[in-house]
């Protein structure tokens, strides 16, 4: 989502601003020859076509209608590009605090890795929830039950000490490490 609104808002932005060059290109030419056609834009024939139009002709129908759909695709492209902070408790009503789910992702992360049975993990973490994809050390009893409930202890331990205004659920899949050849 941040590659399509970082491509956007420059392309919006040049679009405005080439809109608004033109605007002053046209009326700097009106002041010096009054009574001529636009330079760039022919204003006199656009007119006359646009007179002919009313709110009811397909045309302005048509064209209000795509108006409508691209606000209407801009706004949700808005709305879903927010950031989605975790809220922490705050210590003052006065106060917000908020972390990234990256920080919440990368200290999970660090948790599951210090356990001895934990090859390798990876984390992605959200304000809702916290996925965690844990690998095992080669074990002779080929169950990873047990890992999973290590992970998963370990995981609401940190937690239960970090200060989120409200807990993610947590999800939690583990599978064992293949040996090297």
Known sequence: MRVLLRTLSPLLGLALAAVGVILVIEVVAAWLRPGTNGLVVPWPSWQAALTGLTWADRPVIVVAICVAVVGLLLLLVALLARRHDVALTAPTPEMTVATSPRVLARLVGRTVRESDDVAAATVSASA?????????WPDAGGGFGELTDTVRDRVATL????????????AVSTRGRKEPR
Do not use: I, S
């Open 159 to 170: 937690l239960d000490e970090l200060p989120l205004a409200r807990r993610p659920r947590v």
């Open 128 to 136: 809702r929830k916290v996925v965690v994809r844990a690998e095992g």
